[in-house]
T-cell receptor, first 113, second 112 residues
Framework: GQQLNQSPQSMFIQEGEDVSMNCTSSSIFNTWLWYKQDPGEGPVLLIALYKAGELTSNGRLTAQFGITRKDSFLNISASIPSDVGIYFCAGPRGSGNTGKLIFGQGTTLQVKP | ETGVTQSPTHLIKTRGQQVTLRCSSQSGHNTVSWYQQALGQGPQFIFQYYREEENGRGNFPPRFSGLQFPNYSSELNVNALELDDSALYLC???????????FGSGTQLSVL
């Protein structure tokens, strides 16, 4: 079945450093979504990607929809302490589904001031 | 515009009991989805409600059931609780035709 694999599982970086994480699948996805979850909260949508090769930014965050449609990447530039949290990639279950997502297992980011 | 709200925030039950979790969707959103998030894992899709009908279900047994009301709010019911049901239960609302979900803060359920 569909499955999303995120790497790395966790990262511990210095404030000001850039961060890269990725998400891969054995299946093709037509939409890629990146969410961030803070402790005790639900996930919050950061970026949505709809087209292979698409590169989209949201402030210091940049995400790319892989050309093969089987992967996606998220970059954070000049990290700050509030970037701490768990980052999830997600994609639609099956084809044509809406709001029914598969999530990766997450990348935990810790930022040292 | 109000966001997605869930109640209660925390709940402790014993094995075999039944539980009801509640969710109010974001203003104007008529689609509600429920997810289960075990510790250290990503959310897993339980089911979705649209126009008061179940509109898709993930790999969860029938003892997980739900309702949606005319005001788009929703309930998740779990019968015969098992220890493995301990998790964060997330409700998300959305508009039809979009993958963009807006999540509540969740209900943390502990089954002892």
């Amino acid at each position: 079945g569909q499955q999303l694999n995120q790497s790395p599982q966790s990262m511990f970086i210095q404030e000001g450093e850039d961060v890269s994480m990725n998400c891969t699948s054995s299946s093709i996805f037509n939409t890629w979504l990146w969410y961030k979850q803070d402790p005790g909260e639900g996930p919050v949508l950061l970026i949505a990607l709809y087209k292979a090769g698409e590169l989209t930014s949201n402030g210091r965050l940049t995400a790319q929809f892989g050309i093969t449609r089987k992967d996606s990447f998220l970059n954070i530039s000049a990290s700050i302490p509030s970037d701490v949290g768990i980052y999830f990639c997600a994609g639609p279950r099956g084809s044509g589904n809406t709001g029914k997502l598969i999530f990766g297992q997450g990348t935990t980011l810790q930022v040292k001031p | 515009e109000t966001g997605v709200t869930q109640s209660p925030t925390h709940l402790i039950k014993t094995r075999g009991q039944q539980v009801t979790l509640r969710c109010s969707s974001q203003s104007g959103h008529n689609t509600v989805s429920w997810y289960q998030q075990a510790l250290g894992q990503g959310p897993q899709f339980i089911f979705q409600y649209y126009r008061e009908e179940e509109n898709g279900r993930g790999n969860f047994p029938p003892r997980f059931s739900g309702l949606q009301f005319p005001n788009y709010s929703s309930e998740l019911n779990v019968n015969a609780l098992e220890l493995d049901d301990s998790a964060l239960y997330l409700c998300a609302s959305s508009l039809p035709g979009t993958e963009k979900l807006f999540f509540g803060s969740g209900t943390q359920l502990s089954v002892l």
